[in-house]
């Protein structure tokens, strides 16, 4: 069984910082593309940012030059730096993660998401 277990979210002041992280954790083989999503009340669930195995990172025009995602390969562990923020990125945000398993299942998984709230 694998889990996507999420941090870090909260309440912040417009142009300020908040750091989420992504913990994974079960029967892990490997961990191919992470990423962050967001979904906005009565929007849709959109991308973020993401970053591959190989390192590659793609970000929503929206965030660039804002967030940074990285990931800690030991670890298991995907961050999303977010600077500057702005009442607009006022979403709950979900990790997502391409996992295969040790039975050599491939599946992708999504946390419980956490609440991120900017005040303007």
């Known amino acids: 069984q694998v889990q996507l277990v999420e941090s870090g979210g909260g309440l912040v002041q417009a142009g300020g910082s908040l750091r989420l992280s992504c913990a994974a954790s079960?029967?892990?083989?490997?961990?191919?593309?992470v990423g962050w999503y967001r979904q906005a009340p009565g929007k849709q669930r959109e991308l973020v940012a993401t970053k591959s195995s190989g390192g590659t990172t793609n970000y929503a025009d929206s965030v660039k030059g804002r967030f940074t995602i990285s990931r800690d390969y030991a670890k298991n562990t995907v961050v999303l730096q977010m600077n500057s923020l702005q009442a607009e990125d006022t979403a709950v945000y979900y990790c997502n993660a391409l996992i295969t398993s040790t039975s050599l299942v491939t599946y992708s998984y999504w946390g419980q998401g956490t609440q991120v709230t900017v005040s303007s």
């Open positions: 079960g029967s892990i083989f490997r961990i191919d593309t």
